[in-house]
């Protein structure tokens, strides 16, 4: 009954018969992981949100999880001939996109705090994000996001 105490004039009547009639409505929770200490072993190995899973302010977990498989692509492609070895492989893998990864999830864990860190305007005070965000400038994320649209379409 609690959560159907809000304002729900502007959803639809079929949302509001869904969420009434529903057995468990619990808000979504979220919960922030500490990095993990390995990523593979022997021929196994985690990426994206298994991996490094991130608070979902700035969609750094999509970003991460387009990374993990283009590391994978260019360790292991017959293309490169880089290694047959997949241990080996993996093991590259975590070596190289961890470190990475898992700043970019310590970044994502303090958007919980601070608001700068959620529209990826780091270094600067609340007063230049928001003159940096006035003029156009791009944030770490749309840059990356660009970045990877002219590397693989």
């Given at each position: 009954p609690e959560i159907?105490?809000?304002?729900?004039?502007?959803?639809?009547?079929?949302c509001v018969d869904l969420l009434k009639n529903s057995i468990d409505r619990m808000p979504c929770r979220l919960?922030?992981?500490?990095?993990?200490s390995?990523?593979?072993?022997g021929k196994t190995c985690?990426?994206?949100?298994?991996?490094?899973?991130?608070?979902?302010?700035?969609s750094q977990g999509a970003c991460r999880a387009i990374e993990d498989p283009a590391a994978l692509g260019v360790i292991f492609p017959n293309k490169y001939k880089f290694t047959q070895d997949v241990a080996a492989g993996l093991e590259l893998y975590q070596t190289i996109r961890k470190p990475r990864a898992t700043r970019v999830q310590a970044a994502s864990a303090r958007t919980m705090e601070n608001l700068n860190e959620r529209i990826g305007f780091t270094s600067l005070t609340p007063h230049d994000?928001?003159?940096?965000?006035a003029e156009g400038k791009l944030t770490g994320?749309?840059?990356l996001l660009r970045i990877f649209v002219r590397l693989f379409l």
């Open positions: 159907l105490a809000g304002k729900y004039s502007d959803l639809d009547p079929d919960y922030l992981h500490q990095p993990y390995h990523w593979s072993k985690i990426l994206g949100d298994a991996a490094h899973p991130m608070m979902p302010h700035q994000a928001t003159l940096a965000a994320r749309i840059r």
